[in-house]
């Protein structure tokens, strides 16, 4: 197997739980490609390398720098990422979110960190030569493989907290797998996403 078409109905793709990001991920691969792969959840990382390892599933996932050191040594080969759907490319797929309750009570402390994780996003692609050794340092991996990961795996427009991308395809996606009875309204999605600029 070198790519996603390579695969068939023989064969299985991991998925972490239902409902996930990589659970949303594997059902666009399987219905942009036409895929006649078993999807199989196989949780965390550390489990669904185990799984391909030892021939449980076929295809596994990763979020790098998780997985990047047995594709190096050739254990592994990578046949897709989350980006080769046209359907995820424009999809927001993580958010960050918090309790309407504390957010009415402390919205200065959310403003803050929010401002603060911007500052991080913006200094993580200034081309300060610090910032590799910065991260590498806290994601536990070298310089180059920190560079590897960002910039391969993690572009500026990946991380940006000030825009959601397909909502509406969410939604579908959310009332088909049950957990909401119908597409949100106008009024609920201005409560849902409050970004403050």
């Given amino acids: 197997m070198k790519k996603l078409t390579d695969l068939t109905d023989r064969n299985t793709i991991a998925f972490s739980t239902r409902g996930s990001s990589t659970d949303s991920i594997v059902r666009a691969f399987i219905d942009e490609f036409k895929l006649q792969v078993k999807p199989m959840p196989t949780g965390n990382p ?6 391909v390892m ?6 596994g996932w990763a979020s790098p720098p998780f997985g990047l050191k047995e594709m190096d040594d050739g254990k592994t080969r990578l046949v897709a990422r989350a980006t080769d759907s046209a359907l995820v490319r424009g999809q927001t797929i993580r958010v960050i979110i918090a309790n309407t309750d504390a957010l009415a009570r402390r919205k200065d402390a959310f403003n803050r960190y929010m401002k603060a994780y911007r500052e991080t996003i913006a200094y993580m692609y200034s081309g300060d030569p610090q910032v590799m050794k910065d991260y590498g340092e806290f994601a536990g991996v070298s310089e180059a493989m920190a560079k590897r990961v960002r ?9 940006n907290p000030d825009e959601i991308h397909g909502l509406d ?8 797998l049950k957990f909401i ?10 409560e849902l996403v409050q970004i403050v600029k």
Wanted: hydrophobic share 45%.
């Fill in 181 to 190: 009875p119908a597409p949100l309204t106008k009024e609920q999605v201005a």
């Fill in 151 to 159: 910039d391969d795996f993690f572009p500026p427009s990946l991380v």
């Fill in 54 to 59: 030892t021939d449980q599933v076929d295809v």
């Fill in 169 to 176: 395809g969410l939604m579908a996606e959310a009332v088909t």
């Fill in 46 to 51: 550390s489990s669904t390398l185990t799984a």
